[in-house]
């Protein structure tokens, strides 16, 4: 009698699941990431009159900005950045928050940056004073969310250090 070797039927479902459990816990991650960014995006929880006082300034056409208002700029987005990490704790799965934020921050020095380089209406030494004024401000907050950070790595876990 011959022997015939019949192909057994593999199944597709496990990697399917996978694929599947994977995707779900992708989604709750953005889902996640959703409410800081979209807290980064819309600004930080100011007075009324101090946010559309802000508007009114981010609204100007860049050559008709003072000093003063380049520097409110400067506070404005320190602070969108450190509203955007004040809760983060230094768990690694919520490091991409951190990022995001951190990149957001970066793309609006660039921002900044362009607009005294290319469309300010200042001499060189006030671009420069300000340019200096958003890398002080950015220091400040930088150590200031570290900190805080820190804080709340250990407020979550405060035996990890003993």
Same mark, same amino acid.
């Given at each position: 009698? !011959? &022997?015939?070797?019949?192909?057994?039927?593999?199944? #597709?479902?496990?990697?399917?699941?996978?694929?599947? %459990?994977?995707?779900? %816990? !992708?989604? !709750?991650?953005?889902?996640?990431?959703?409410?800081?960014? =979209?807290?980064?995006?819309?600004?930080?929880?100011?007075?009324? =009159?101090?946010? =559309?006082?802000?508007?009114?300034? %981010?609204?100007?056409?860049?050559?008709?900005?003072?000093?003063?208002?380049?520097? &409110?700029? +400067?506070?404005?987005?320190?602070?969108?950045?450190?509203?955007?990490?004040?809760?983060?704790?230094?768990?690694?799965?919520?490091?991409?928050? /951190?990022?995001?934020? +951190?990149? =957001? /921050?970066? #793309? @609006?020095? *660039?921002?900044?940056?362009?607009?005294?380089?290319?469309? +300010? @209406?200042? @001499?060189?030494?006030?671009?420069?004073?300000?340019?200096?004024?958003?890398?002080?401000?950015?220091?400040?907050?930088?150590?200031? *969310?570290?900190?805080?950070?820190?804080? @709340?790595?250990?407020?979550?876990?405060?035996?990890?250090? #003993?």
């Amino acid at each position: 009698m !011959v &022997k015939v070797k019949v192909k057994q039927d593999v199944s #597709n479902k496990p990697k399917f699941n996978l694929i599947i %459990l994977g995707f779900a %816990l !992708v989604m !709750v991650f953005v889902n996640i990431g959703t409410d800081k960014i =979209s807290n980064m995006f819309h600004g930080f929880k100011g007075g009324t =009159s101090n946010s =559309s006082q802000m508007e009114s300034i %981010l609204s100007k056409e860049e050559h008709k900005l003072t000093v003063d208002e380049w520097k &409110k700029i +400067a506070d404005y987005r320190a602070q969108e950045f450190y509203e955007c990490t004040k809760d983060l704790d230094m768990d690694i799965t919520k490091f991409y928050l /951190y990022e995001s934020c +951190a990149t =957001s /921050y970066n #793309n @609006n020095w *660039v921002r900044f940056r362009d607009g005294l380089d290319e469309r +300010a @209406n200042l @001499n060189y030494d006030q671009c420069e004073i300000l340019k200096d004024y958003w890398h002080k401000t950015g220091d400040v907050m930088t150590e200031k *969310v570290s900190n805080l950070i820190k804080e @709340n790595d250990k407020k979550l876990r405060p035996n990890r250090d #003993n």
